[in-house]
């Protein structure tokens, strides 16, 4: 659907241009956007949507393939996935612009097509070097997807429908990251590791065929990017990642780089605060900042964000290592996660439906997403899988109550227009939640194992290691070096084990105490209902 040019600073306004057919449909039933058929163009909406999602845990699995094949270590080879989500996080913010700018519907198609173009390229990639670069430059393609998508699934639904709109979208959002592990579980085990980033292409082509056959266009709006303040963000994002990235080997703050890291980061974020509030044209509307439900979901995207990322992040190496699944079994290990998503989803319509405070469903599903880290933290390295299973399934169940109800109270009191920007800075909100997750799990996991080695190691004592047990002297021939080996090994296990659980109680504090958050929402006037018939199809 083609779009005209507004004049300069006006904005185009697409339900003057309702078709005909919807004129006599009562106004609050009248989507934004026509199309001709709205149940494909949602096809392709969300195939896209869970295509680049998948990218940000479909490697998971595969990284320690991945460290291998490109010759990073333990340490750098996490910059697969952060370099991604940092990348996504810094462009966001020009999602807005570049909507008014070039159109919602031609920004949408260039960033199939970019995103697919840099799948290949990470799949010939050759070193850490070249893999960062792509992942970037993949990460900045699907910065733009994700907002568009959501501000497309809301715009071709009139209200009443918009509830039943985000389930679906929601689904896409938070199941393409369970279903990351095991799709690249799979193909790791049967292809290659480089298979993970191939299948976007098949995938994208198709998507792309569905957006430019289908997707309509808002219209566009002349207006000035705000360069000053992109900067300053980018920076501040930029900055801020590098100095969690480089702080564990750098001993933090007792190295001048991290200072100054931390440093630049801290001004470019001051000053992109007082940029906004004092620029004639900044990057994002300052009424956005006035819209309390808005501010609220951003805070709670941000432990979305850590919750979700961090964990999955860190259970595929912890379920590799220290108990020996295959790559595969690691990933339908991941599975239930989903179960409980898509279980709770459907329940979160219903209970809208049904006109319930969305604000008690966010709150208990954070609470619930607590107890299930709270399980987690009493796991041991001699259970069975029934625990991942069980705690995954109920972590799901507190994830998926929590989206929906979030993302239609927040934009329930968001003018159409400003739904993009919106969406833009919720999004942004949970990359950079997600980008700091893994970064704060990673380190505090590599601290708490050598502190706990250092805490462990004293207690075995070295006289006892030469004592002469028919078992230990058939499996290390008598030899003590073998012996001591051993032992530093089995340490080094319990250590690991300690310190994932130390990472799984710092999520449930952070977890627990974002719950009060929930008290700051308010109900949009003319609570928005889901369509339980449409939540089955």
Request: hydrophobic residues 55%; contains cysteine.
């Amino acid at each position: 659907m083609a779009s005209n040019a507004a004049a300069p600073g006006k904005r185009i306004d697409p339900l003057a241009e309702v078709p005909s057919t919807q004129e006599a449909e009562p106004f609050e039933e009248r989507a934004a956007l026509h199309t001709s058929n709205k149940a494909l163009l949602t096809l392709g909406v969300m195939a896209a949507t869970i295509m680049q999602i998948l990218d940000s845990t479909i490697a998971n699995v595969a990284l320690p393939h991945m460290q291998a094949s490109l010759g990073a270590t333990a340490d750098t080879v996490t910059w697969i996935l952060t370099s991604y989500i940092v990348a996504s996080a810094v462009a966001i913010p020009m999602t807005g612009w570049l909507s008014d700018r070039i159109g919602s519907r031609n920004l949408f198609l260039v960033a199939v097509v970019g995103f697919v173009v840099a799948s290949m390229l990470c799949g010939l990639a050759t070193g850490l070097v070249e893999m960062v670069l792509f992942r970037v430059l993949q990460g900045v393609f699907a910065a733009f997807m994700n907002p568009l998508s959501q501000t497309v699934m809301m715009d071709i639904n009139p209200k009443s429908k918009q509830a039943s709109a985000m389930s679906i979208w929601g689904m896409g959002i938070m199941i393409g990251p369970i279903l990351g592990p095991v799709i690249g579980g799979w193909l790791t085990d049967n292809y290659s590791w480089r298979w993970c980033f191939y299948v976007n292409v098949p995938v994208g082509i198709a998507c792309f065929a569905i957006l430019f056959a289908l997707l309509p266009s808002r219209g566009l709006v002349r207006r000035k990017f705000d360069l000053f303040g992109f900067a300053l963000l980018a920076i501040a994002i930029s900055f801020f990642q590098l100095m969690l990235d480089r702080g564990q080997t750098q001993d933090w703050f007792q190295s001048w780089e991290v200072r100054i890291e931390g440093g630049i980061a801290l001004a470019a974020a001051w000053m992109f605060v007082v940029h906004i509030v004092t620029a004639k044209n900044p990057m994002f509307e300052r009424s956005l900042f006035r819209n309390r439900n808005l501010v609220t979901g951003i805070g709670f995207m941000l432990v979305i964000g850590v919750l979700m990322t961090a964990t999955l992040a860190l259970l595929p190496p912890m379920l590799q290592r220290l108990y020996g699944y295959p790559v595969l079994a690691t990933g339908i290990l991941m599975m239930p996660r989903g179960i409980g998503i898509v279980s709770s989803m459907y329940l979160a319509g219903w209970l809208m439906a049904k006109n319930v405070d969305p604000r008690l469903m966010v709150m208990g599903g954070l609470a619930i997403a607590a107890f299930s880290l709270w399980q987690m933290t009493g796991w041991s390295l001699q259970m069975d899988s029934t625990p991942f299973v069980t705690t995954g399934i109920v972590q799901g169940l507190g994830l998926g109550l929590i989206f929906i109800p979030l993302n239609v109270t927040a934009f329930g009191t968001l003018a159409p227009h400003k739904r993009t920007e919106g969406a833009s800075l919720m999004n942004l909100s949970r990359n950079v939640g997600g980008s700091v997750g893994i970064s704060i799990v990673t380190a505090l996991l590599a601290r708490n194992i050598q502190t706990t080695h250092s805490v462990l190691a004293p207690h075995i004592p070295a006289a006892g290691l030469t004592a002469s047990d028919p078992l230990v002297t058939s499996i290390t021939g008598g030899s003590t070096d073998s012996l001591l080996a051993m032992a530093d090994a089995v340490i080094n296990q319990q250590a690991a084990m300690i310190a994932y659980l130390d990472d799984f109680k710092f999520m449930m504090i952070m977890t627990a105490v974002a719950i009060p958050l929930g008290l700051l929402l308010k109900r949009p006037k003319g609570a928005v209902k889901a369509d339980p018939d449409a939540m089955g199809h």
